[in-house]
């Protein structure tokens, strides 16, 4: 975590990102920048856009306007034999770890295709010697190099997905839920290794998740999503302490907290679901269901303004708004 | 008293390719009546596969031996056709994913109304209203426009609740939820964990809530179990367990999940080694290859759930952590 942020030029600049499906937007209006080396972790409930943006920045879906600037270059705008070239500094883990993994290659197949891709240059022995030592990297060992995916645990298959998005040292990864599917005791496992191989590379992340706590863990700044717009930007200090949507802040009271005592907490804490399921078309998308809602809220849709210094939030309340009462430790 | 359920030395095991694999190892468990009862455990730990049993929904290639009895009823011993006596109606189940557990091509109301039909003998008129106020009580907004809607045209907390309101239909004295959040937004989640905590109140069923997630069970259980490897490791109520987890696995997990409620920590706390895969054995306690507290005795003898201090407290580990 304490990799060197370069705050002068950002590794990628997100500007008026779209996605839209048929008719059905996913994301709108999505901007923002990531340093080198930064870990941005991105939150929101399912339907709200989270992987789609991964998919759009990496350009596995098509975005419909806006620019995604790498390093100077904008992807969107790249023709694919550029496209290719710049991808060797891209890379994705996927939510399912199984599913991401070709069921007829080798491990050892799977981890060098990146190699045999970008570095034709190498032989095979080089190859399979940077394969065996990134395989010992990620915690598993160099004689399972030609075992295939079935053969291993949920846990051992996200670690390979991980060693073959990390052996060309890229300098952004990211991470779409991947320790989601897997259980509490190797979710530990995963996000400290994805945390060793940020220091070791200077890698910057994207890292999705549903579990804040997860998230709190491992990021410098979150974002927290909304009906396919960013409704929050903030360090994460200063969004678990004192979050300014309310989206957020019923985002953060509904995280149920491992002890019994805090039963009442929990139960008083939880917004209405939405009681009809038409879209919204205007004003905020989540008037619905905010306890804070007025008549300016069903009209314009709120802009991401700068609360504090380097907080941003899209609610036209932001700057009236009681501070919640979660401070910095929830329920002790 | 006895209690609703009991559950005597009941194990399951599967057969593939001609071996047969332990999921569920005598496992002994009460459920009394009013009672809500947490049952932790990772995946592959049995949790799902001992309520499988008890709802007679194991798979073809599975087999379960000991005894079940809810209600005076010996349900490994009772064809299907008896065993719907109960099942549906005095003994319901809520799964974990709300999509694939309604039929998608029928109506809500229809879904509905049909339990009620077959389990309680009303006619579709009678049952359709019954339907209607079961959406008011599991706080489904306008119900009526929802009668006549698919799965499909609901989101995943609204079919959850259907499925709650489904499971609560004929008055049973039994539910079994299993895993009923792990599918939904944590904000959702919350919403579904508050609408269980009403139900029990307001109708006084007894509750088994199947969950790998120990967070989702505190808020709920009176009393917790926790699997490990097929096996009950761990009982106590859930104050207790909380307070001081006697088996070394628990006491592991506890300290994995991450939680907001305790300081940011630079590396997240982790349970060395992996988890043990269904069919695995060994001569002593499962735990061992992962515990730091294993001794010689450990890896040759296994050690029974015995109790220890207080009443509802039971431990299978040579070495409990003290208090």
């Given at each position: 975590m304490n990799a060197v942020i370069s705050v002068s030029n950002p590794l990628l600049r997100i500007t008026d990102l779209r996605v839209d499906f048929g008719s059905h937007t996913a994301l709108r209006d999505v901007s923002f920048d990531l340093f080198a080396g930064e870990t941005l972790g991105l939150v929101g409930e399912s339907g709200s856009g989270k992987s789609t943006l991964a998919r759009a920045i990496l350009r596995l879906v098509r975005s419909s306007h806006g620019s995604v600037v790498w390093r100077g270059r904008d992807l969107l705008s790249c023709d694919s034999r550029e496209l290719r070239a710049l991808r060797r500094d891209l890379q994705i883990v996927f939510q399912d770890p199984l599913a991401s993994l070709n069921p007829r290659m080798t491990v050892g197949e799977a981890i060098a295709e990146p190699l045999c891709i970008f570095?034709?240059?190498?032989?095979a022995r080089e190859r399979t010697g940077r394969v065996a030592a990134m395989l010992e990297r990620v915690g598993l060992t160099a004689h399972m190099i030609s075992r295939f995916p079935h053969e291993f645990s949920g846990g051992q298959c996200q670690r390979i997905g991980i060693a073959r998005a990390m052996i060309l040292s890229p300098k952004l990864l990211v991470c779409d839920e991947p320790v989601s599917s897997l259980d509490v005791s190797i979710q530990g496992q995963i996000v400290n290794l994805l945390l060793d191989l940020q220091r070791d590379v200077g890698t910057a992340m994207i890292f999705i998740s549903h579990n804040l706590a997860v998230v709190r863990h491992l990021s410098h700044r979150i974002l927290v999503m909304y009906a396919g717009r960013l409704v929050e930007i903030a360090p994460r200090d200063a969004l678990f302490a004192a979050p300014i949507h309310p989206y957020s802040r019923a985002l953060l009271a509904a995280v149920p907290s491992p002890t019994p005592v805090s039963r009442t907490v929990q139960a008083s804490a939880a917004p209405v679901e939405a009681s009809s399921s038409q879209p919204v078309t205007t004003g905020c998308a989540f008037r619905g269901r905010c306890a804070y809602a007025v008549a300016v809220c069903a009209i314009t849709i709120p802009p991401l303004e700068e609360m504090t210094p380097g907080h941003w939030a899209a609610c036209h309340r932001g700057r009236e708004l009681p501070a919640s009462g979660l401070g910095t430790f929830r329920g002790c | 008293m006895t209690p609703l359920l009991s559950i005597e030395e009941v194990s399951v095991s599967f057969s593939q390719h001609k071996r047969s694999i332990a999921a569920v190892r005598q496992v002994s468990l009460a459920v009394a009546a009013r009672e809500c009862v947490g049952i932790v455990g990772e995946s592959g730990s049995g949790k799902t596969q001992v309520f499988m049993a008890v709802m007679g929904l194991l798979a073809a290639n599975a087999r379960a031996d000991g005894s079940v009895r809810f209600e005076g009823h010996d349900i490994l011993a009772t064809a299907p056709e008896h065993l719907n006596r109960v099942r549906g109606s005095k003994l319901t189940m809520i799964f974990q994913d709300p999509m694939t557990s309604l039929t998608p091509h029928l109506k809500i109301g229809t879904q509905l109304a049909e339990v009620l039909v077959c389990h309680a003998g009303k006619s579709w008129s009678e049952a359709r209203i019954a339907a209607r106020r079961m959406l008011e009580r599991v706080r489904v907004p306008e119900p009526i426009r929802r009668l006549n809607?698919?799965?499909?045209?609901?989101?995943g907390g609204l079919r959850q609740r259907v499925m709650i309101g489904m499971s609560l239909l004929c008055d049973p004295m039994l539910v079994i939820a299993d895993e009923?959040?792990?599918?939904?937004?944590v904000t959702v989640q919350a919403q579904i964990i508050e609408l269980l905590r009403a139900m029990r109140e307001e109708v006084g069923t007894a509750l088994v809530l199947i969950s790998h997630d120990l967070a989702v069970v505190a808020g709920l259980a009176d009393r917790i179990l926790v699997m490990y490897a097929g096996r009950i490791v761990e009982s106590a109520t859930a104050v207790e367990l909380f307070r001081h987890a006697q088996h070394p696995y628990t006491a592991e997990l506890l300290k994995c999940i991450p939680s907001l409620s305790s300081p940011r920590l630079e590396r997240l706390p982790t349970l060395a080694g992996q988890p043990p895969q269904p069919g695995d054995s060994l001569p002593g306690c499962m735990f061992a290859p992962r515990c730091s507290r294993a001794a010689e005795r450990c890896r040759v003898e296994r050690p029974l759930l015995a109790p220890t201090v207080g009443i509802a407290r039971h431990v299978a580990c040579h070495y409990p952590l003290p208090p």
């Open positions: 570095e034709g240059a190498l032989n | 809607q698919y799965p499909h045209e609901l989101s009923p959040t792990t599918a939904l937004d």
